[in-house]
Antibody
Framework: EVQLVESGGDLVQPGGSLRLSCAAS????????MSWVRQAPGKGLEWMAN????????YYVDSVKGRFTISRDNAKNSLYLQMNSLRAEDTAVYYC??????????????WGQGTLVTVSS | DIQMTQSPSSLSASVGDRVTITCQAS??????LNWYQQKPGKAPKLLIY???NLEIGVPSRFSGSGSGTDFTFTISSLQPEDIATYYC?????????FGQGTRLEIK
């Protein structure tokens, strides 16, 4: 069974840092792009960042460039999101998602269950 | 960034009704559009990819159509288990963007 399990969410003060992890199982992790998508409480979905199969390419939404870093360890079947300089508006459930990228195709499936990050003093 | 505008934002319908949600892109995205279903407290689930292709295992009452800037998502006969929020998502250009969501309720 394909499974993604996020961890690392917590309550953190503004300006603080946090590292999220996503453990993948049930598929060949090193063969897929991976993404982070977040959802603020009661709000819609916002794509954050993605990373190529071998980690050679990374892309970010403008609002987190320079603050967040996506990375992966294919030997550990794990995806990470290092979040620095956190702001109240970063409060959200963070999902990792497997991203199928192919000619004319790009979708997220499956998604993890999410991990909650709360930025507050 | 490509803006995705869904309408309506919320919708109340009866079991058995035909339900239609629209998604408009701020520029031509060809058919580079997916639809997701998110039930309360759960992660999103892919329903439709490339504008009109049904994901394996998804009931045939769900369908998608459109290309360019205007897209439609349809449930042909609403079932109680379809209560959820539905999102469109474009992948024509980075950043990948989602519509604001359509919350579907049973009347």
């Amino acid at each position: 069974e394909v499974q993604l399990v996020e961890s690392g969410g917590d309550l953190v003060q503004p300006g603080g840092s946090l590292r999220l992890s996503c453990a993948a199982s049930g598929f060949t992790f090193s063969s897929y792009w991976m993404s982070w998508v977040r959802q603020a409480p009661g709000k819609g979905l916002e794509w954050m960042a993605n990373i190529k199969e071998d980690g050679s390419e990374k892309y970010y939404v403008d609002s987190v460039k320079g603050r967040f870093t996506i990375s992966r360890d294919n030997a550990k079947n794990s995806l990470y999101l290092q979040m620095n300089s956190l702001r109240a508006e970063d409060t959200a459930v963070y999902y990792c998602a497997r991203e199928l990228v192919h000619s004319g195709i790009d979708w997220f499936d499956p998604w993890g269950q999410g991990t909650l990050v709360t930025v507050s003093s | 960034d490509i803006q995705m505008t869904q309408s309506p934002s919320s919708l109340s319908a009866s079991v058995g009704d035909r339900v239609t949600i629209t998604c408009q892109a701020s520029q031509d995205i060809s058919n580079y559009l997916n639809w997701y279903q998110q039930k309360p407290g759960k992660a999103p689930k892919l329903l439709i990819y490339e504008g009109s292709n049904l994901e394996i295992g998804v009931p045939s009452r769900f369908s998608g159509s459109g290309s360019g800037t205007d897209f439609t998502f349809t449930i042909s006969s609403l079932q109680p288990e379809d209560i959820a929020t539905y999102y469109c998502q474009q992948y024509d250009d980075l950043p990948i963007t989602f519509g604001q969501g359509t919350r579907l309720e049973i009347k």
